[in-house]
């Protein structure tokens, strides 16, 4: 069992949800960067999602636009990021999932990436814009291992068929997408979620993480009683950008991770 797995099994026995964090590597510096996520790991995060900066992204919204930006203008690169997994498996257990676009994975080798970033202590990779008619070019020098997961993306507009078949391929977890859009835009809908998440339990037993539009505790809250895990990026990120000439960032996104981690427990008051 790896430890995605075993992440979700050990919240399951709690009866907890998963608190999944995204951050940009290398923003906005790398010694910041690692620090700041470091202290986000150390305050509770589940499952670290940590962003290979590109730049031309298609799902991130401008809060995660800019901080790939600032992170590309001090050298980020996917070979920082697994560099940076490396540092951070020295100091933490908790699962880590690389997020990119293709593009950086594709120059950098697909047999290549597999081997560092599993050298690194990367658990797992999710890759935004590669179908699964195209990933056989990334997963073919995997092996059958099962200890570096491949995480599968499912939009609102998904059909049911099509659902069905990126659940069978999938591993670690499902990324669903709470709407359409861009990562950080506003108008959460609790009941469409619901309803998502009900449709694609019936292709799966994999754990379901819903990301995009998640703003505040109080919705991950909401969505909660629903979902095995909620997706927070941009309410990060936009912490960073706000303050990242403050001393107190680190504590600042340290307490975040507390807030949103108290409205996923099973005694957290629902609005």
């Keep these: 069992m790896n430890r995605i797995d075993r992440r979700f099994a050990e919240l399951k026995k709690r009866n907890e949800k998963a608190l999944v964090g995204f ?23 589940d499952i670290l999602e940590l962003g290979v900066p590109f730049s031309d992204p298609t799902a991130d919204g401008p809060v995660i636009q800019r901080a790939a ?7 980020a690169t996917l070979a920082g990021a697994i560099e940076m997994t490396g540092k951070l498996r020295r100091k933490t257990d908790i699962p880590i999932i690389l997020f990119s676009y293709y593009n950086p994975i594709f120059s950098y080798g697909a047999e290549s990436f597999y081997r560092d970033a599993r050298a690194a202590g990367a658990d797992g990779v999710l890759v935004v814009d590669l179908p699964p008619e195209e990933s056989r070019e990334l997963t073919g020098c995997w092996g059958d291992a099962g ?25 670690g977890f ?10 950080g835009s506003s108008g959460l809908d ?27 505790p109080a919705d991950a809250g909401l969505l909660a009683p629903y979902v095995d895990g909620v997706v927070i990026g941009s309410a990060f990120e936009r912490a960073i950008e706000e303050s ?10 340290a307490e975040q991770v507390r807030q949103y981690k108290a409205a996923l427990l099973p005694t957290a008051p629902q609005a």
Excluded: W
């Design 23 to 45: 951050v940009a590597s290398g923003d906005p510096t790398p010694s910041a960067s690692l620090e700041l996520v470091t202290a986000m790991c150390n305050a509770g995060l």
């Design 69 to 75: 930006s600032r992170a590309l203008k001090q050298g």
């Design 147 to 171: 200890d570096f997961a491949l995480i599968r993306l499912v939009a609102p507009t998904t059909p049911r068929d099509r659902m069905k078949k990126i659940a069978e391929n999938g591993s």
């Design 174 to 183: 499902l990324y669903l997408v709470s709407k359409t859009g861009v990562t």
């Design 190 to 216: 609790v009941r469409s979620v619901r309803d998502h998440v009900t449709v694609l339990r019936g292709f799966t037993n994999l754990p379901i993480c819903v990301g995009f539009g998640i703003n505040n």
């Design 244 to 253: 990242t000439d403050n001393p107190g960032l680190v504590n600042r996104l």
